[in-house]
């Protein structure tokens, strides 16, 4: 099998440094942090309808305090990975740091 010679450090291509847009940049995450504020509270209200609804269909009382609680740990689930996607595409570790 034959050996290939690493390519040595000056003919590897520089990473470019990131460009930022600015503005845009700042409405773009002004509005992720918006979207997480908004959707936990939603998702529990769906979840609660939902059971209300459930509740009446089968004359029970406790499927919409289930509903409630499910919605808000789907909700709760959604926000924590759009928190650390929104951490990954910052360029940050999960742990907050600066890569």
Same mark, same amino acid.
């Given at each position: 099998m034959p050996y290939n010679n690493?390519? $040595? !450090?000056h003919r590897r291509p520089k990473p470019?440094?990131?460009?930022?847009?600015?503005g845009l940049a700042? %409405?773009?995450?002004? !509005?992720k942090?918006?979207?997480i504020a908004i959707l936990l509270p939603s998702a529990a209200f769906i979840?609660? %309808?939902a059971g209300t609804w %459930?509740? @009446?269909h089968f004359h029970q009382s406790w499927i919409s305090l289930a509903g409630m609680i499910g919605g808000g740990i789907a909700g709760l689930v959604y926000v924590v990975r759009l928190v650390l996607t929104t951490n990954a595409d910052?360029?940050? @570790? $999960?742990g907050g740091r600066a890569l």
């Open positions: 690493p390519i $040595p !450090e470019q440094p990131r460009r930022d847009s600015g700042t %409405l773009v995450q002004a !509005e942090m918006m979207q979840g609660w %309808l %459930l509740d @009446k910052d360029g940050q @570790k $999960p």
